[in-house]
Every structure is written in structure tokens, then in C-alpha cells.
T-cell receptor, first 113, second 112 residues
């Protein structure tokens, strides 16, 4: 069975600074996808970034980038130039070929002005 | 176009009652997923539909939970004889082929 672990329940960052959220996973599958989702207090889950396991290049979306270490089964999210609107719960997630998502426990990110 | 919608947005019910939660996916999306988000269990997968069939029901916590999807569109999650531990936010998501999943705003269920 696949598992996803986020070891940081809460993180804090100063506005305009950089923060990294950690995620590790376990799977025996060779083809899979990894995701970071953002969930603000509105409850709406928003996809931040997606990484295909077969791609060696780390995904990047504007201020968001990942460090994907396949052998170590690690998938961290880096947020650069943090903004107040980045404050939310962040979930790391795994999916195999059916698309069903296995989520980590979440990390609450606080952004200080 | 319209996103995934869920109704009701909030539902309060008495223990032992049955509830139905509805999900309207994005038009044309072939796959539909139900998840549950609770304080104790985090975000859990419940069931997955491909078209009208459910190849993976492995996340349904008990036989009190069932779901159906009709016309390859709307899905209903039914919880019979609700218990307090069923209190949670129920999220629905849909996707087209291998694209990303789009989530609805969720239904907050409170069992008193």
C-alpha cells in the first residue's frame, strides 16, 4: 500500500522569504504522480504543482518548485517570495494509475507580514 | 465553464438518520472521486467512478456507505444510520482522462 508522510504539522515563513515543505512517500509502483495541493480556509482544494515520476526534471510553477528525489522517495515543495495569500494547509499527494489520491497529513503554513 | 459543485454545503443530521450528498462534476469528466476529510483521519479516499461503474470502492468505511453515479455525470454518496464518527467534510473531485482532479467545495456533515 502507498503511504504519504508530511512530518511538519506547522511551518512559518516571513513574507518575501523562502520556505520548504517536506514530504516522503512509499510505493512499489514504477509509474505514478505526485502533487502538492493547497487548501485555504474556504476548503477549496487547489492544485499547486504536479510531478510525473518518470520525469527527472523537477516541476516548476512560477514561485513554486519541487525537489523530487525518486530513489529517496522524497518530494519537497519550495515556495519562493512567500506572499500572504500563500497561507493555507498544504497537502502532498500520490496517485497511481487509477488516479485516486493518497494524501499526507498536511502542513499548515503561516505567512508573517 | 462551471466547476465541480456539491450540495448541500452544510448538513446537520441526527444520529441514526440517513443522508445523501450530491456531486455534480465538470461536464465531460469521465472519472469522479469521493474523499472524506476529518480531524482524526485526515484526507481519505472513499470511492472512484469511471463512467457509471466503480472499480475501486476500497475506501468506503462500512456497509452503511454507498455511492452511485448515473448518466456518467451526477453522483450521490449515501450514508445510512449516521454515526457521530461520520462527521466530516466530504469532498468530490472529477477529471477528464489523465488530467488533474478538480475539487468541489465540499459538504460539511455534522451528526448530532
Amino acid at each position: 500500500a502507498q503511504t504519504v508522510t508530511q512530518s511538519q504539522p506547522e511551518m512559518s515563513v516571513q513574507e518575501a522569504e523562502t520556505v520548504t515543505l517536506s514530504c516522503t512517500y512509499d510505493t512499489s509502483e514504477s509509474d505514478y504522480y505526485l502533487f502538492w495541493y493547497k487548501q485555504p480556509p474556504s476548503r477549496q482544494m487547489i492544485l499547486v504543482i504536479r510531478q510525473e515520476a518518470y520525469k527527472q526534471q523537477n516541476a516548476t510553477e512560477n514561485r513554486f518548485s519541487v525537489n523530487f528525489q525518486k530513489a529517496a522517495k522524497s518530494f519537497s515543495l519550495k515556495i519562493s517570495d512567500s506572499q500572504l495569500g500563500d497561507a493555507a494547509m498544504y497537502f502532498c499527494a500520490f496517485s497511481g494509475n487509477t488516479g485516486k489520491l493518497i494524501f499526507g497529513q498536511g502542513t499548515t503554513l503561516q505567512v508573517k507580514p | 465553464g462551471a466547476g465541480v459543485s456539491q450540495s448541500p454545503s452544510n448538513k446537520v443530521t441526527e444520529k441514526g438518520k440517513d443522508v445523501e450528498l450530491r456531486c455534480d462534476p465538470i461536464s465531460g469528466h469521465t472519472a469522479l472521486y469521493w474523499y472524506r476529510q476529518s480531524l482524526g483521519q485526515g484526507l481519505e479516499f472513499l470511492i472512484y467512478f469511471q463512467g457509471n461503474s466503480a472499480p475501486d470502492k476500497s475506501g468506503l468505511p462500512s456497509d452503511r456507505f454507498s455511492a452511485e453515479r448515473t448518466g456518467g455525470s451526477v453522483s450521490t454518496l449515501t450514508i445510512q444510520r449516521t454515526q457521530q464518527e461520520d462527521s466530516a467534510v466530504y469532498l468530490c473531485a472529477s477529471r477528464f482522462l489523465w488530467g488533474e482532479q478538480y475539487f468541489g467545495p465540499g459538504t460539511r456533515l455534522t451528526v448530532t
